[in-house]
C-alpha cells in the first residue's frame, strides 16, 4: 500500500472539487463532493499506477512532495 498526497480545489463556478496528484503528473479528477473527489483520486491513483506497472515504468513515491505554505502582502 502506498501513500499519496492530493491537492483538492474548490470549483466554486463548477461546484465540486477538481483534484491533482503533485507525485503523479498529468492525473487530474474531480468530484461533487470532498468524498467522492478523495473516492475519484484513489481510483485514478490506482490505475495510473496499474498503467505505469503494465508499461514497465517506475512507480514515483510520494517522498519528494513538499507541502508548505507561504504568507504574502495583500494590497
Known amino acids: 500500500m502506498k501513500r ?3 491537492v483538492l480545489v474548490p470549483e466554486p463556478d ?3 472539487y477538481s483534484v ?3 507525485a503523479l503528473p498529468g492525473l ?3 468530484g461533487d463532493t470532498r468524498q467522492a473527489a478523495l473516492d475519484a483520486a484513489r481510483d ?3 490505475f ?3 498503467c505505469l506497472a503494465e508499461e514497465g515504468a ?3 513515491d510520494d517522498d519528494a512532495v513538499l507541502v ?3 504568507e504574502v502582502a495583500v494590497a
Do not use: D, L, S, W
Open 44 to 46: 485514478a491513483i490506482a
Open 68 to 70: 508548505e505554505h507561504v
Open 14 to 16: 463548477e461546484g465540486g
Open 48 to 50: 495510473h499506477i496499474e
Open 4 to 6: 499519496y498526497t492530493v
Open 58 to 60: 517506475p512507480i514515483p
Open 20 to 22: 491533482t496528484v503533485p
Open 28 to 30: 487530474f479528477t474531480q
